[in-house]
């Protein structure tokens, strides 16, 4: 038996030994003690800026680390400033917890006090609670393996009369329990393997919930002849296949969006198959079958008609399909010669012919985009705030494997993509972490470069600045519409971002860029923020798309 003085030490103690990987936070009276038990039992803590970006980083790091992640808060506005950031992590699946104090039961009458346990389960996260200091291992312990198992994100309330409670022995907490793979039914399977059979233009689209399957769903489609793609989130699952199509819907470039749209086959693999992925169902053909494969049995079905829905683990499944296909002949399918030199040739984005719209003052976001491509480092993760700009970074900056590309789109909020490349960063040490943001969430998310800076981490920021919300200015067209309420002057960001203590350009043209080579090439000791002053687009293509189903 180990002595431990409180129950704030004991469940710090209990996290660190289950294995969280980092803690992030805004230390404040209430979660003041279990943050130090955290750090004292070996958990590395980011203290944060504002307690929205400290969520954001954590849920980054646990998607880019594949770890569970902790975001500790002050009970009440602690917790309600963290709130988008749950939610997106909440809605992500992503395994997270968050550790708040909340008020003692008798506290009715406490400034901070608010129902948490209503507040977590609205934004879909699971409510949990430590109760007291008999409870508080077995407490704990539940919370996590919720998170972990579950993919859940977790809110652990821990009252301040419970965490002060003196706890003088503590049971050793078991070991992060084992993900269980649910594997298929046999029924299920059988009918799968008969489409699969049938068609003779696959297309398997792996996205969130497929993640950890990358080389069996690869496999699978090699054996069987589909090309292979996946959602924005797990862009860069299929990087090196020849017959990878890149992200499916509104990012994807013409050509694979024509060959996705030829398939009359369609898998999902732990994918939504929503509209973002499906361009509004236009990547589904009238006669296109449509099956669906995960563990969650609400998502199947969920957002467009299916032909076969599968519960299952997708890595499972596609064991178990590999399994029953051992004898029979690798088939050609979709995976023809002139497919994969069309894919080869056409299929991405830096292939396909464009105007330059760049003048002496501003240069094209995809000329932007194309050469930042060329001049980092292979081994580089990029994680995109939301916003007119997105599908730029998306599309021409390509990644190494989808521990490269961070993506917090689940509640489409802007400002969260510079606290997301700070979670990335330090889940993905040894790469060139990059944040891609417009300028509206850049400065809705400024406070945390001084965290950037702070920390020295070697991060370039990308600003497409076009002085506005550019999704607003561009696709809502009534000629009448007064848009001065989302336009604004020109800021000097590189200015702004100099006094946080981060190096900053300012880049209006192609020649500009040759002070990124040079802080690329080392020793790259802190942060740099691009302030690229870019031309309109006239409204990105994504949005377009995106807007038309409003």
Same mark, same amino acid.
């Given at each position: ?101 909340? /008020? ?40 996590? /393996? ?261 993506? /917090? ?99 209006? /043209? ?41």
């Amino acid at each position: 038996m180990t002595l431990v003085n409180t129950v704030a030490d004991l469940v710090g103690r209990t996290l660190a030994e289950l294995g969280v990987g980092y803690a992030f936070g805004v230390v404040g009276s209430g979660n003041f003690t279990v943050t130090n038990a955290l750090r004292r039992h070996g958990v590395p803590f980011v203290a944060a800026r504002h307690e929205g970006g400290a969520a954001t980083m954590a849920d980054a790091y646990a998607r880019m680390s594949g770890t569970v992640a902790v975001v500790t808060t002050h009970q009440g506005c602690g917790l309600t400033n963290a709130l988008t950031g749950i939610t997106e992590a909440a809605k992500s699946r992503t395994p997270l917890i968050v550790l708040t104090a909340d /008020t003692a039961g008798a506290a009715v009458q406490s400034n901070f006090k608010i129902d948490q346990d209503g507040l977590a389960r609205s934004v879909g996260a699971v409510a949990e609670r430590v109760h007291s200091a008999d409870s508080a291992v077995a407490d704990t312990v539940r919370a996590f /393996t919720t998170a972990w198992r579950e993919r859940r994100t977790v809110v652990l309330n821990l009252p301040l009369d419970v965490q002060s409670q003196i706890a003088a022995s503590a049971e050793t907490p078991p070991n992060a329990p084992a993900l269980q793979h649910i594997r298929p039914d046999g029924i299920a399977l059988e009918r799968f393997l008969e489409l699969l059979a049938a068609a003779d233009r696959p297309v398997f689209v792996a996205g969130r919930g497929a993640r950890d399957a990358g080389p069996e769903i690869a496999e699978l489609a090699r054996h069987t002849g589909a090309l292979v793609a996946t959602s924005a989130v797990a862009n860069g699952l299929f990087h090196s296949d020849p017959f990878s199509l890149g992200i499916s819907g509104g990012f994807s470039s013409p050509r694979s969006a024509e060959l996705i749209a030829g398939a009359d086959l369609v898998v999902g693999w732990g994918c939504a198959l929503n509209m973002w992925t499906m361009r509004q169902g236009h990547l589904i053909g009238k006669d296109t079958t449509v099956v669906q494969i995960d563990l969650d049995s609400a998502a199947l079905g969920a957002h467009r008609p299916i032909h076969l829905g599968i519960v299952g683990d997708s890595a499972a499944t596609a064991i178990d399909a590999l399994d029953a296909l051992d004898k029979a002949p690798v088939r050609v399918g979709y995976r023809t010669d002139a497919v994969r030199d069309s894919i080869a040739t056409e299929s991405k984005w830096s292939q396909v012919p464009f105007e330059d719209l760049s003048t002496e003052h501003s240069i094209d976001p995809r000329l932007l985009s194309l050469e930042l491509d060329t001049l980092l480092p292979t081994e580089r993760t990029v994680s995109v705030d939301s916003g007119n700009f997105m599908g730029y970074p998306s599309a021409y900056l390509s990644v190494p494997d989808h521990f490269g590309f961070c993506f /917090t789109q689940a509640f489409q909020s802007i400002g969260l993509g510079l606290a997301t490349a700070i979670g990335t960063a330090l889940a993905q040490p040894d790469r060139l972490p990059v944040a891609a943001l417009g300028d509206g969430g850049f400065l809705m998310g400024i406070s945390e470069l001084e965290t950037v800076a702070r920390l020295k981490l070697p991060l370039l920021i990308v600003v497409y600045n076009d002085s506005a919300y550019g999704a607003e200015v561009h696709h809502f067209t009534d000629p009448d519409t007064d848009r001065t309420t989302v336009t604004f002057p020109d800021t000097d960001l590189a200015a702004i971002a100099r006094g946080y203590g981060a190096d900053g350009l300012t880049v209006r /043209t192609a020649r500009d860029l040759d002070a990124v080579r040079t802080w690329v090439s080392g020793p790259r000791s802190g942060p740099l923020v691009i302030d690229a002053k870019i031309s309109s687009d006239g409204g990105s293509w994504w949005l377009a798309e995106a807007f038309k189903g409003h």
